[in-house]
């Protein structure tokens, strides 16, 4: 009996506890126009207690961008979201740094990754020869993945990483 209440117990607990750090590919698209949600309305009465509390709103995502390689090979994954938060990754998913881009920011962002045209970029970058040391690029927008490299990174693509927040620091 205790070897069933044991087992039991391991199994409940046995789900991954870190996240998947593969690519997730996002429905949701940022408006041309850069619109930005509402924000919640504030002067709703609060909820009963005991009763089942609604999910908070979350902004959608704009773009997800992964570096890698260089000369020390490190990896940093950018994610930024329409109401201008954004976070920043390390190889192993583990948060590394977070903040808001200013309106002026975002707005520089929306413009670069709807300029982008991401559904009709190459899947994966052409090489534009060896540049030693230089970093791979993978970006994600909406269910549209891009591969690239330093020394084939598309113009339109080199405006998207112009707007993104740092990578390291």
Same mark, same amino acid.
């Given at each position: ?6 087992? #039991? ?5 046995? %789900? /991954? +506890?870190?996240?998947?750090? #593969? /690519?997730?590919?996002?429905?949701? @698209?940022?408006? +041309? %126009?850069?619109? /930005? ?10 909820? !009963?207690? *005991? ?8 902004? !959608? ?10 000369? #020390? ?16 990754? %390390?190889?192993?998913? @583990?948060? !590394?740094? *977070? ?7 975002? *707005? ?5 990754? !709807? #300029? ?8 994966? %970058? ?7 040391? *230089? ?25 998207? /990483? ?5 990578? @390291?620091?």
């Amino acid at each position: 009996m205790a070897a069933a209440v044991l087992g #039991a117990v391991v199994l409940s607990g046995c %789900g /991954l +506890a870190r996240p998947d750090h #593969a /690519l997730v590919t996002f429905t949701a @698209e940022a408006t +041309a %126009g850069g619109a /930005l949600p509402s924000p919640q309305d504030t002067s709703a009465p609060a909820p !009963e207690p *005991g009763a089942p509390s609604a999910p908070p709103a979350t902004a !959608e995502r704009i773009v997800t961008v992964t570096r890698s390689g260089g000369f #020390a090979g490190r990896t940093h994954t950018l994610t930024v979201a329409s109401d201008g938060a954004w976070t920043r990754q %390390g190889a192993r998913a @583990e948060p !590394e740094a *977070g903040g808001r881009l200013s309106q002026a920011q975002l *707005g520089r962002l929306l413009t670069a990754v !709807e #300029a982008a045209d991401f559904a009709h970029l190459p899947r994966t %970058g052409k090489s534009g020869g060896t540049v030693f040391d *230089g970093f791979t690029y993978t970006f994600v927008r909406g269910t549209t993945k891009v591969v690239t490299n330093d020394g084939s990174v598309p113009a339109a693509l080199t405006k998207v /990483l112009d707007a993104l927040p740092p990578f @390291e620091g």
